[in-house]
């Protein structure tokens, strides 16, 4: 698994270090959002932690950008913010964030990140062969990166005629496609 941490604090980068080296979990820190989009522009992750006060930018925009330009992605961001504010949660949540911690309660953050990680193990075991058809790229994409993240082995087709010869070659343990009613 990897991690991009998303902090100008070098303590709680080391924090963070401490409790993704635990889970063996591989991490990129950056210190500003601009870096952060750079390197989800290069790198794939599996989690991403990000304080709400950048040095470029809020935690929030951070957010906003991401989700703009990887909407694909269904990366957990995990705001963690030193104020108290409930405008803040709820400012935090709307932006994208999937959960918001503050930063006084590292056990917290902690424990999550472990229950994240037994949910992924989780996912990880499951397998078998899906025969996809779909012919928007788009869909299809986002669709067979989170199956094969899932530990599943996708035979996709943009047509029913190609899937329907592919069925009739191989094992498939599920087929997945979708009905457009006219």
Known sequence: MKALVVEPSKVYR????????????????????????????????DIIYAALHLNDMKGTAFCEAFHERFEQYQTPIIMVTSDNDPAITAEALASGATEIFHKNNFADISNYLATFVDRVAQQNKLCGNILYM????????????????????????TTAEEGLSALAEGRFDLVLTYWKEK
Do not use: C, W
């Open 14 to 45: 080391q924090m963070y270090q401490a409790m993704l080296e635990t889970h063996q979990i591989e991490v990129i820190f950056t210190s500003t959002g601009s870096e952060a989009l750079q390197q989800l522009e290069k790198n794939r992750f």
């Open 134 to 157: 779909e012919d928007s790229a788009a869909i299809a994409q986002h669709m067979i990166y989170t199956l094969e993240e899932m530990g599943f082995t996708i035979s996709h087709h």
